[in-house]
């Protein structure tokens, strides 16, 4: 029986990772959306809860989402009463966020979601088999492109 892995081009590989991305984004938004909110709302708020006080800049690019997003993502968020905005004390013009109360506790409500989730989807994965997809995730997420050894 032939080795379905032997002779896959990147383009494959990439088809397929572009598939399963899709897959654990819909899985996360359903779980999620049981508790009446959609991943990018989830990631900022609990971005805030882990990293307060934080400026939109640094938020945006902890969840890698545009800044123009996030900053209408984070408009409703304040408006829902889940995050503040507050003036940095070192600099009037910065404006730093954090959660409320009732944001805190959301965001470890959805975060007990997220991690539900995600034990779901990666159940069929050994735990070797999981720690060489973070590896090879590790390494295609970083900034910069490993060097080739040419």
């Known amino acids: 029986m032939p080795d379905a892995n032997r002779g896959l081009t990147a383009a494959q ?27 990018p709302r989830s990631r900022l708020v609990v971005e805030v809860a882990r990293s307060q006080p934080v400026r939109l800049t640094e938020l945006a690019l902890a969840v890698g989402i545009a800044q123009g997003t996030a900053s209408t993502l984070v408009d409703a968020l304040v408006r829902d009463g889940l995050l503040e905005r507050q003036a940095s004390a070192g600099d009037r013009r910065s404006v730093l966020l954090r959660v409320t109360e009732q944001g805190a506790a959301l965001a470890q409500d959805w975060t007990t979601g997220y991690e539900l989730a995600a034990e779901e989807l990666f159940r069929p994965l050994t735990p ?14 970083a900034d910069e492109a490993p060097a080739t050894g040419d």
């Open 13 to 39: 590989v990439a088809d397929e990772f572009s598939r399963t991305a899709k897959v654990l984004v819909r899985h996360f938004n359903e779980r999620l959306g049981e508790h009446g909110v959609s991943t």
């Open 128 to 141: 070797g088999q999981l720690s060489t997809l973070a590896d090879i995730l590790r390494i295609l997420g």
